[in-house]
């Protein structure tokens, strides 16, 4: 009983461990990738680096407050989504149990128990109705119980990874007066971090890492070029 108590608690922490990752994945794939196509494609127009500062920061504010709230819904809906099942739950067991029985009895059957363990152990854990619903909740809608603070720790790892990523594309601007010029090191500094990125993501998503990355950075290569050349466009 120990030993299962303590692997439990380890699935549960690798679990929030996996939606923390997948937030920062989100969040800092996008932050990279916007803000650096906005700069590069307002570089090919403006010359002078304050403008493309400021509308950098800008889109920064409202890019990071857009996916934070995208994630915070998102969070939100896996909790309305798991209480309205685990309400209409109760209430088949409540109403319906003869037929919950069977379902449980059903779940029982098909891990290899025998007719008479089947019985035992539906008998067993419908004694009591908390432990019950959480076993169907489980077990026959596939549901696992959300972090209610999830939606907002969503947000937070969402548009705080964004802030991040945004910042390094548009970092050179602050420094160096002339737009053309300071592309020039954004762009270095953007597709090594988009490099970087790519292949610790990959790593963590099974992909082959080396593959993975150079996806990543030509995505958002071909992002900024495409924004350059029709700012360029539409200057001339």
């Known amino acids: 009983m120990d030993t299962h108590l303590h692997h439990t608690d380890h699935v549960e922490k690798h679990l929030k461990s996996s939606e923390a990752l997948t937030d920062i994945v989100i969040g800092m794939s996008d932050g990279l990738t916007v803000p ?3 700069a590069a494609g307002l570089s090919g127009a403006v010359a002078n680096s304050s403008i493309i500062v400021i509308a950098g920061i800008a889109e920064i504010c409202a890019g990071s407050i857009a996916m934070g709230l995208g994630g915070y819904l998102a969070g939100k809906t896996e909790q309305d989504h798991y209480i309205s099942e685990q309400r209409r739950e109760y209430d088949e067991v409540e109403n319906l149990r003869h037929r919950e029985i069977e379902e449980t009895k059903e779940f029982f059957a098909n891990i290899g128990l025998s007719p008479a363990l089947q019985e035992q152990a539906t008998e067993e854990i419908a004694k009591d109705k908390d432990r019950w619903v959480d076993f169907m909740m489980k077990y026959e809608l596939g549901l696992e119980k ?9 947000a937070l790892n969402i548009g705080l990874s ?3 990523g945004g910042i390094i594309p548009l970092s050179p601007y602050f420094f160096i007066t002339n737009s053309a010029d300071a592309l020039k090191i954004s762009v270095m500094a953007t597709l090594i971090c988009l490099f ?7 790593k963590i998503t099974g992909v082959q890492p080396l593959w993975g990355a150079l996806r990543v950075t030509l995505i958002g290569a071909m992002a900024a070029a495409a924004a350059f050349g029709v700012a360029k466009l539409f200057e001339h």
């Open 196 to 202: 970087i990125f790519g292949y610790f993501k990959s």
């Open 36 to 38: 650096f196509a906005l």
């Open 162 to 164: 964004y802030i991040a």
């Open 146 to 154: 959300p972090d209610p603070k999830r939606a907002t720790k969503s």
